[in-house]
C-alpha cells in the first residue's frame, strides 16, 4: 500500500526542499502565534511560493497546508486569499457546525483534526467526515501543553484499529523515524503526520530526520 506522508510546521525553505526532494506528499504550515513553528501570514506566503516553485521544477506533486486552531472567518479568508493552500487543517475544538459553515464558506478542502485517547474519540470522526477531505487523529496534549498538536504525544494506536473512514485519514501524534512503521502497521493508517519527531528541537526541523521518517514510513 502506498502510505502518504505530511511533514507539518514546515518554517525553513531547507525543510520545505528536503521534504519534497525525500517524497512527502503534503507540507504543513502552522498559524498559531504560541507555536515555535508559527509563521505569519507573509512569512508563509514567500516560503508557499518557494515550496511550490521547487516541487514544480522537480515534477514532484505536492499538497500545501495552513494549519489553524478555532479561526475567525476573517483569518480564514485572509488565508484563503492570500495563502492559496490546497487544504486548511482545523487542529482546534470546532464543532462539525462549524466545520460546515467554514465548508460552505471557502473554496478549499478540509482536515479536520481530533483528538483521541478513546474509541469513543475515534467515532466522533463519523460526523465530521461527509465535510471534510481527511480526518487526522492526533494524540490528546498533555494538560500542562500550551500548543494542541506538535508535542510529541502519542496514543494507543490499536484504538484505530477497524477503522475504515469515508477517506483516507492521517495518523499523527509522537511519530518519529523509529516508531512510523510500527505504528502503520498497528493502526493499519494510510497516511501519516509528523512534526516534532523529525526536529532537533522546538521548531528545528531536521532534514536527516525528515529524509529517513519518510524512506521508513514508504518502505511500510
Ligand atoms: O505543530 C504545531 O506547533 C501545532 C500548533 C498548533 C496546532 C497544530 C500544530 N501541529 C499540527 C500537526 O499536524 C502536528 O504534525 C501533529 O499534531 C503531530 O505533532 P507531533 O506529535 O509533534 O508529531
Known amino acids: 500500500m502506498t502510505i502518504l506522508a505530511k ?3 514546515i518554517n525553513s525553505f531547507i525543510a520545505a526542499q528536503t521534504a519534497i526532494d525525500s517524497g512527502a506528499d503534503l507540507l504543513g504550515f502552522i498559524y498559531f502565534s504560541k507555536s515555535p513553528r508559527h509563521l505569519p501570514i507573509d512569512n508563509a506566503q514567500a516560503l508557499m511560493q518557494q515550496a ?3 516541487a514544480s521544477a522537480r515534477a514532484n506533486k505536492v499538497n500545501l497546508v495552513s494549519v489553524v486552531v478555532n479561526p475567525d472567518n476573517e483569518l480564514l ?3 484563503a486569499r492570500e495563502l492559496k493552500p490546497d487544504f486548511i487543517q482545523l487542529h482546534g475544538h470546532e464543532t462539525p457546525e462549524r466545520v460546515a459553515d ?3 464558506r471557502l473554496n478549499v478542502s478540509l482536515i479536520k ?3 483521541v485517547s478513546s474509541k469513543d474519540d475515534v467515532a466522533t470522526a463519523r460526523v465530521y467526515e461527509p465535510l471534510v477531505a481527511h480526518m487526522l487523529f ?3 496534549p498533555p494538560k500542562d501543553a500550551t500548543l494542541p ?3 510529541g504525544a502519542k496514543f494507543d494506536w490499536t484504538l484505530m484499529e477497524g477503522h475504515k473512514g469515508l477517506a483516507p485519514w492521517f495518523l499523527a501524534g509522537g ?7 510500527d505504528a502503520i502497521a498497528t493502526a493499519k493508517a494510510p497516511m501519516v503526520d509528523v512534526s516534532s519527531g523529525v526536529e532537533r528541537g522546538p521548531g528545528l526541523k531536521d532534514p536527516s530526520l525528515i529524509t529517513q521518517f519518510l524512506k521508513n514510513a514508504k518502505g511500510s
Open 7 to 9: 511533514i507539518c510546521g
Open 52 to 54: 511550490r516553485q521547487h
Open 77 to 79: 479568508d485572509h488565508i
Open 102 to 104: 467554514i465548508r460552505a
Open 113 to 115: 483534526a481530533i483528538s
Open 138 to 140: 492526533d494524540a490528546k
Open 149 to 151: 498538536g506538535g508535542v
Open 175 to 181: 511519530l518519529d523515524p523509529w516508531n512510523v512503521a
